[in-house]
């Protein structure tokens, strides 16, 4: 059973940052394939960034390109988004969610999702 907790989501003005965190429990942590997905007030969730079992390769969402940063420490289980450069179109719940299929890293195929924290990005 792997279990998600993600941390960090506050309200923040726009052109702020906010670095979100997700702590991973159960199975071996390197083992899997790590994304961060958000879903804005009425709009269906949709994919942010992913990275893949070494960190060593990611992918994001168009929308987030060159602001966002995802990483991760297999030391301590745990994923990092590190979010720049804030716009209104960032606010929503953010879910990390995790993947034992290589191919999840382009945005699919998750099995494990974490309950969200909220980002509010105001003017």
């Known amino acids: 059973q792997v279990q998600l907790i993600e941390s960090g989501g506050e309200l923040v003005q726009a052109g702020g940052s906010l670095r979100l965190s997700c702590a991973v429990s159960?199975?071996?942590?390197?083992?899997?394939?790590m994304g961060w997905f958000r879903q804005a007030p009425g709009k269906e969730r949709e994919f942010v960034a992913s990275?893949?079992?070494?960190?060593?390769?990611?992918l994001y969402a168009e929308s987030v390109k060159g602001r966002f940063t995802i990483s991760r420490d297999n030391t301590k289980n745990t994923v990092y988004l590190q979010m720049d450069s804030l716009k209104l179109e960032d606010t929503g719940v953010y879910y990390c969610?995790?993947?034992?299929?290589?191919?999840?890293?382009?945005?699919?195929?998750?099995?494990?999702w974490g309950q969200g924290t909220q980002v509010t990005v105001s003017s």
């Open positions: 159960g199975p071996t942590f390197s083992s899997v394939v």
């Open positions: 990275i893949n079992r070494s960190g060593t390769s990611t």
């Open positions: 969610a995790a993947s034992n299929w290589l191919g999840s890293l382009r945005g699919v195929g998750y099995n494990y």
